[in-house]
């Protein structure tokens, strides 16, 4: 019989994902675009501060990264995060692979670990007990890649990936405090706000 494995140490605050993402929002000032994850992580984007810039993922797990990518690619001059939740992340790990291949500068991608798929019952993911997400985005070829030690150190990578030239990704431990607020639930009106705030549609 195979000994048990010990959840990876990460050695890291446990923060939590509302008060994360608004410090995140207080720092853009050039219209950087920012893409959420499904249901908590996005429900927080929009509770931090709404913006034409913000894109909020509906329905689908593990496309953040992916419509992130195609944002930093299709405009390379602006910004781009992308905040996703460690069970969603673990339904698209391809997508790192991808990322580090291409490798889009202006690329940031936050991953908030909570250990659970918090959303539909808090069931644990494997990362709660086996896989260390930062450890993975590396050897993915994502070299810049940390887990931040606390608030502080998580605004200092923000900062730092402000003015990265290649692709970073940040791994936050996150408590399971349920969204703040929820997200208003038209497609439609997502996208054409989003690509409004990209420069790409007049508003409606």
Same mark, same amino acid.
């Not at 893409?35 to 953040?64: C, E, K």
């Given at each position: 019989? %195979?000994?048990?494995? %010990? &959840? &990876? ?6 923060? %939590?994902? *509302?008060?994360? /993402? ?13 893409? !959420?994850?499904? !249901?908590?992580?996005? *429900?927080?984007? =929009? ?7 913000? *894109? ?21 001059? #602006?910004? @781009?995060?992308?905040?996703?939740? $460690? ?18 500068? %202006? ?5 908030? $670990? ?5 959303? /539909?019952?808090?069931? &644990? /993911? ?8 930062? +450890?993975? +985005? @590396? ?7 940390? =887990?931040?030690?606390?608030?502080? $150190? ?13 692709? +970073?990704?940040?791994?936050? #431990?996150?408590? $399971?405090? &349920?969204?703040?607020? /929820?997200? #208003? ?20």
């Amino acid at each position: 019989m %195979n000994a048990p494995v %010990n &959840p &990876p140490d990460r050695n890291t605050k446990v923060m %939590n994902r *509302f008060d994360l /993402t608004s410090r995140l929002v207080a720092k853009l000032k050039n219209e950087e675009a920012v893409v !959420g994850g499904i !249901g908590n992580t996005n *429900f927080d984007l =929009w509770a931090a501060g709404h913006r034409p810039q913000n *894109f909020y993922m509906l329905g689908s797990m593990g496309l953040a990264f992916p419509i992130a990518l195609g944002v930093a690619l299709a405009q390379p001059k #602006r910004r @781009v995060f992308a905040l996703e939740g $460690d069970g969603s992340l673990l339904m698209q790990l391809g997508s790192l692979s991808t990322i580090a291949a291409l490798a889009p500068k %202006n690329l940031t991608m936050v991953v908030m $670990d909570n250990g659970i798929y918090q959303i /539909t019952g808090a069931q &644990p /993911t494997p990362a709660a007990a086996l896989a260390d997400i930062v +450890a993975i +985005a @590396v050897a993915s070829g994502i070299a810049d890649s940390a =887990w931040a030690a606390d608030e502080e $150190d998580f605004e200092r990578l923000i900062e730092q990936s402000l003015t990265a030239a290649a692709p +970073a990704l940040i791994g936050v #431990r996150i408590d $399971d405090k &349920p969204g703040t607020g /929820t997200t #208003r639930r038209d497609p439609v009106q997502i996208r054409e706000r989003f690509m409004h705030g990209m420069g790409v549609r007049q508003p409606l």
